[in-house]
């Protein structure tokens, strides 16, 4: 990847990026901007129906946040807030969000170097305005090349998921008294645990029946 900021020349490759960001450079990379089909049209139909959950589905599509499980619905939350962030279209995930979703589900690494550099060139190239996120990682990398910036975006340590985030992937909050109180295993829900002075300490992924 080449490019120009306040006259400093940036050129750097997967392998670089990796050593600026201090991050693993290995696992999955692939990175399919428009035409989806090159994932294969059979894996997009089984990825849309595992997600979707419905196994009869006949015909590859993009799947509703809402119709994914809630560990796939958290899980495509990180991926659309760090892995390829986007300001529009983050309830509906599309085949590239979907083979994401797959291989981390079978925990499997992802080449974050390589995504961001395909993700960053598509978005400078395409005709319509969008904001390239990536926050502080984009801080890392002028700083590395000695661009200087007149607002630095640094890195800030804070919960990534908190409550708010696994609610709206449908997660309960309860009480630590009502967690397995008068409740059966057939009828636990995916719920999460709050302390006061500990924080979010437990997640239990079950379905009401």
């Known amino acids: 990847m080449t490019s120009e900021a306040n006259g400093k020349k940036l050129r750097f490759d997967a392998k670089e990026l990796g050593q600026i960001l201090g991050i693993p450079v290995e696992g999955f990379d692939v990175y399919v901007p428009e ?3 090159v994932l294969g049209i059979a894996q997009l139909l089984q990825l849309a129906q595992k ?3 419905q196994p009869g589905l006949k015909a590859t ?18 991926i ?3 892995v390829i962030p986007r300001g529009q279209g983050r309830n509906l995930s599309d085949p590239m969000d979907q083979c994401l979703l797959i291989y981390w589900t079978r925990e499997n690494k992802l080449n974050l170097p390589a995504i961001m550099i395909r993700h960053i060139v598509r978005i400078a190239n395409t005709p319509r305005e969008h ?7 984009l801080t890392s990398i002028f700083e590395h090349f000695g661009v200087t910036l007149q607002k630095r975006m640094g890195v800030q340590i804070v919960d990534e998921i908190g409550s708010s ?8 909050l309860v009480k630590e008294e009502q967690l397995f109180h008068n409740r059966g295993p057939e009828h636990l829900f995916p719920l999460f645990l709050v302390r006061p002075q500990v924080g979010l300490l437990l997640m239990c992924c079950y379905r009401i029946n």
């Open 35 to 37: 035409n989806k089909t």
């Open 51 to 53: 997600l979707s959950q």
């Open 61 to 78: 599509q993009s799947i509703k946040k809402g119709d994914m499980s809630f560990v796939h619905q958290l899980l495509f939350w990180f």
């Open 80 to 82: 659309i807030k760090n």
């Open 131 to 137: 904001d390239m996120r990536y926050g502080f990682l």
């Open 165 to 172: 985030t696994l609610m709206g992937c449908g997660f309960k």
